[in-house]
């Protein structure tokens, strides 16, 4: 039996939700992208695999928004892409690392400083 080295930060959950994606830096140079929609294949508390129809290039940053039952923010914020790959269905599994965490609007963070 082949020795295996877990590279995983944290334990992977199988989580299918709903996420938007849009590249905001590729070959270290800023781009203004339009949204998309996805999901996802799986997550945790460092990063996710989701599809895309569109592919990414490892070491490119997009911005990431993973809403369930669009009110509950699971993560907002930015990514590293880590690898992508194409699938048998032609579209693309896109390994990401969370990289920085967006701040919530003011609003948000009375409304939950008050509970």
């Given amino acids: 039996m082949a020795n295996f080295e877990e590279r995983r930060d944290s334990v992977r959950a199988k989580r299918i939700i709903t996420v938007r994606h849009r590249l905001i830096k590729h070959n270290n140079r800023k781009t203004d992208s339009m949204w998309q929609l996805a999901t996802t294949e799986n997550m945790s508390l460092s990063g996710l695999l989701f599809?895309?129809?569109l592919p990414?290039?490892?070491g490119d940053?997009?911005?990431l928004q993973l809403v369930m039952s669009g009110i509950l923010d699971i993560f907002n914020g930015f990514g590293k892409v880590i690898r992508s790959s194409r699938n048998?269905?032609?579209n693309y599994h896109v390994a990401v690392k969370y990289v920085e965490l967006k701040s919530r609007p003011r609003a948000a963070k009375s409304i939950?400083?008050?509970k």
């Fill in 61 to 63: 940053v997009i911005e």
């Fill in 112 to 114: 939950v400083s008050r």
């Fill in 51 to 53: 599809v895309s129809a």
């Fill in 88 to 90: 048998k269905g032609g």
């Fill in 56 to 58: 990414y290039a490892s």
